[in-house]
């Protein structure tokens, strides 16, 4: 079993619409929780961090379920911008630094 | 920008050839990571450094070592390249974000072996 599972996609959405992005992790002991943005042939990117309480930035809200071990990204008002691959990413502190694990990614693509 | 560069960008090579990409930061960070990213797998890491000449290895860490002798630079070696090392490299540096601890990547580098 992989220790970040997300649904690969693509989804294909029109613009305007709502999309929501689930993850799944493995270790109880992950101790904080991310998405990143990752455009096509490009670095992954922080696009926010998710906390047990759920937060929101802009149209994207976080949400987090430790007793699930699940985390989700749901994306309000989609743009063509938003068109890229999404990762859930969760961080086990170690001895050596933060130990970030990667999700595969969930691609989105945001469609006229 | 997290101030991070990666060099070379791209890079065509042969098999059994050695190859070194490096890392470069301005951020004065202590912590530094290498990843390949390959399609199926994610993210993976394959060496951390936490200091200057302090590095450890990652869970990919077959075929490669890794140097330290600044801070601001950190060294990825393929002493004799393969053909599974065809990837995208990346390299990463600890940052904080809102209080959490989280990392920072470079631009990476495509690596195609021949």
């Known amino acids: 079993r992989k220790e970040v599972e997300q649904d690969p996609g693509p989804f294909n959405v029109p613009e305007g619409a709502t999309v929501a992005f689930n993850c799944t992790y493995s270790n109880s002991a992950s101790q904080s929780f991310f998405w990143y943005r990752q455009d096509c042939r490009k670095e992954p990117k922080l696009l926010m961090s998710v906390y047990s309480s759920g937060n929101e930035d802009g149209r994207f809200t976080a949400q987090l379920n430790r007793a699930s071990q699940y985390i989700s990204l749901l994306i309000r008002d989609s743009k063509l911008s938003d068109s890229a691959t999404y990762l859930c990413?969760?961080?086990?502190?170690?001895?050596?630094?933060?130990?970030?694990?990667f999700g595969t990614g969930t691609q989105l693509k945001v469609e006229l | 920008d997290a101030g991070i560069t990666q060099s070379p960008r791209h890079k065509v090579t042969e098999t059994g050839t050695p190859v070194t990409l490096r890392c470069h930061q301005t951020?004065?960070?202590?912590?530094m990571y290498w990843y390949r990213q390959d399609p199926g797998h994610g993210l993976r890491l394959i060496h951390y450094s936490y200091g200057v000449k302090d590095t450890d290895k990652g869970e990919v860490s077959d075929g490669y070592s890794v140097s330290r002798s600044k801070t601001e630079d950190f060294l990825l070696t393929l002493e004799s390249a393969t053909s599974s090392q065809t990837s995208v490299y990346f390299c990463a540096i600890s940052g904080i974000s809102r209080g959490q601890e989280t990392q920072y990547f470079g631009p990476g580098t495509r690596l195609l072996v021949l």
């Open positions: 990413v969760v961080n086990i502190r170690t001895g050596g630094g933060n130990k970030l694990t």
């Open positions: 951020e004065n960070h202590r912590y």
